[in-house]
């Protein structure tokens, strides 16, 4: 699996996990997912959607929590396979940190594919402001703040902040309208929230940074500059680190399209990023706490389906779930086709599911037919033996249909959707 995003950030003070799960609860509803926040247990919402909730206090006083959304069945770089939000909080109002993390599924044999790329999270935009946040020495927020001549102390203590694991961007307002220049860079940092800090020079104290800096670390006009941790003020091949995206470049890019460059650059350098060592070893106690979720403890919340109207009126069904996104519908008892075999109903993943399948294997079927044909023409055999090889290719093409459980209209519709 890939990982699409990755955010860690330090708290400094509490209530951590309540502020958490209030907001994970409020993005759960949104998002129609109907599992409490903040009661531990594993709910299987279907058999592509399991949601684990954990809640427990480790040996040294500390609360942990963890909300896990999986998707076993996907496929593909471009598809969710786990989001895990993780929080970590001394007592019940002490410090500590959070860590989310969206990962994508990846095709057995793939070459490796260009970074995955996840949005920011709502629920993390909405925590932010609710939360003490800091990534190294620099307070997080949603969107880039403005220094003045009286910031730029603090901002040269984050420019040379080494314990700080995302960049800082400084962005030069130039001739532009203040309240413009606000827009623009909010729009600019969008896909940077939690992963980095943007800071806003007015027209007036842009010469002043750059004298306190110096010209090897200097950022031109109209220009953003991308400091990373631990910046060097007297090492003449540390400015080589920080990269600058030029007034061309910006005038010439939309706002959206230089957010994708930011976001994309800050993913890749993410993943590259070790995380404190502290993280691996709460993973590992969740993950185990994890793996031991007794039976008795799943508790399922699969949907309703409803029988087709028939002689007997309709009836409520339930569905459970078994491999491959099948599941099978049940009344009274398990519903039954005019041969008396039961009625399998397959979830839209499923859907696609079987359609790719189909559709590679009818390839395999078509590229056999093609070479039975070169064969056949090559070594001049009569029509009738021709004939008889394509119905033999024709029928396994039907058995194929039947063994996956798909009909001619099942072809038609899921080739349309």
């Known amino acids: 699996m890939s990982v699409g995003f990755r955010s860690f950030l330090h708290t400094f003070s509490g209530p951590v996990v309540e502020t958490v799960v209030d907001h994970v609860g409020r993005w759960s509803a949104a998002k129609e997912i109907d599992v409490d926040a903040g009661r531990p247990g594993r709910s299987e919402l279907d058999a592509d959607d399991v949601v684990t909730v954990l809640v427990a206090d480790d040996d040294t006083g500390r ?6 959304r999986l998707h076993p069945l996907a496929r593909g770089a471009e598809e969710i396979w786990r989001t895990t939000i993780t929080a970590v909080e001394a007592g019940e109002s002490g410090p ?20 995955p790329f996840m949005s920011v999270p709502a629920v993390l935009r909405g925590l932010l402001p609710d939360l003490d946040c800091a990534d190294g020495l620099v307070p997080v927020s949603t969107e880039p703040r403005w220094a003045g001549s009286a910031d730029l102390p603090d901002l040269m203590d984050y420019l040379a902040d080494e314990s700080r694991l995302g960049p800082v961007y400084v962005a030069r307002q130039g001739a532009r309208d203040s309240a413009e220049f606000q827009t623009w860079a909010t729009n600019v940092a969008w896909e940077v929230v939690s992963l980095g800090h943007m800071f806003l020079l007015p027209s007036g104290v842009e010469d002043e940074f750059n004298d306190m800096v110096g010209p090897n670390h200097a950022i031109p006009d109209a220009a ?11 090492d003449p091949f540390d400015p080589r680190r ?3 995206l030029g007034s061309v470049r910006i ?52 949907p309703v389906v409803t029988a087709p109207t028939g002689a ?10 078994v491999a491959d996104g099948v599941t099978h519908q049940s009344a009274s008892g398990p519903a039954a086709g005019p041969d008396g075999a039961p009625v399998q109903v397959l979830t839209r993943r499923g859907q696609h599911r079987r359609l790719v399948e189909l559709l590679s294997e009818n390839d395999r079927l078509r590229a056999e037919n093609d070479e039975l044909r070169g064969v056949l023409n090559g070594q001049g055999h009569t029509g009738a033996a021709v004939v ?3 119905d033999a290719l024709e029928q396994q093409v039907r058995s194929l249909r039947q063994r996956l459980g798909v009909d001619a209209a099942d072809w038609r519709r899921l080739s349309a959707s």
Not at 97 to 113: H, K, S, Y
Not at 257 to 262: N, T
Not at 313 to 318: D, K, M, R
Request: aromatic share 6%; net charge positive; hydrophobic share 40%.
């Open 388 to 390: 008889a090889a394509l």
């Open 96 to 115: 500590g940190w959070m860590w989310v993390e969206i990962e994508v599924a990846d095709e057995p044999g793939d070459r490796a594919p260009r970074v």
């Open 242 to 244: 920080h990269q600058i």
């Open 63 to 68: 609360r942990l929590y963890r909300w896990r």
């Open 251 to 302: 005038d010439r890019t939309g706002p959206r399209r230089l957010s994708y460059i930011l976001g994309l650059s800050q993913r890749d350098r993410t993943l590259s990023t070790p995380l404190p060592d502290e993280v691996g070893l709460v993973d590992s106690a969740l993950t185990l706490l994890e793996s031991r979720i007794a039976d008795d403890a799943v508790v399922a919340r699969l």
């Open 224 to 234: 953003i500059r991308t400091y990373l941790p631990g910046v060097r003020l007297d």
């Open 312 to 321: 007997g009126g309709v009836g409520a069904a339930t569905r459970r779930p």
